[in-house]
């Protein structure tokens, strides 16, 4: 099971940081992506990292802002978020899979998600 934690309300400019743990199964062997929905629209995958942790993907939406981040040691995953735009507010998700890829068919396991929002 993976639970997205570390949501809230922030204003515009604002940080918030994400975190991503698994229970039931260790991380270090997926790679782990990043996705938002937006109320009424579909989930859209912004970020990815690899298993190991030496590769990572942004898209252009949130590269220079967000950074995504793994300790395996402690079975988890980071995505501090910088410079929070009104744009950004969303339902965050993370989610496992054995390849880092954008699209959510590219992954097995997913968290419940955790609301994001930013304030003007």
């Known amino acids: 099971q993976l639970q997205a934690s570390g949501g809230g309300l922030v204003q515009a400019g604002g940080s918030l940081k994400l975190s991503c743990a698994a229970s039931g199964f260790t991380l270090d062997v997926y790679a782990i992506g990043w996705f938002r929905r937006v109320s009424g629209k579909g989930r859209e995958g912004f970020s990815c990292?690899?298993?190991?942790?030496?590769?990572?993907y942004y898209t252009d939406s949130v590269k220079g802002r967000f950074t995504v981040s793994r300790d395996n040691a402690k079975n988890t995953v980071y995505l501090q978020m910088n410079s929070l735009e009104p744009e950004d507010t969303a339902v965050y998700y993370c989610a496992a899979g054995p390849r880092s890829v954008l699209h959510t068919s590219g992954y097995r396991y997913w968290g419940q998600g955790t609301q994001v929002t930013v304030s003007s």
């Open positions: 990292i690899s298993a190991g942790g030496d590769s990572t």
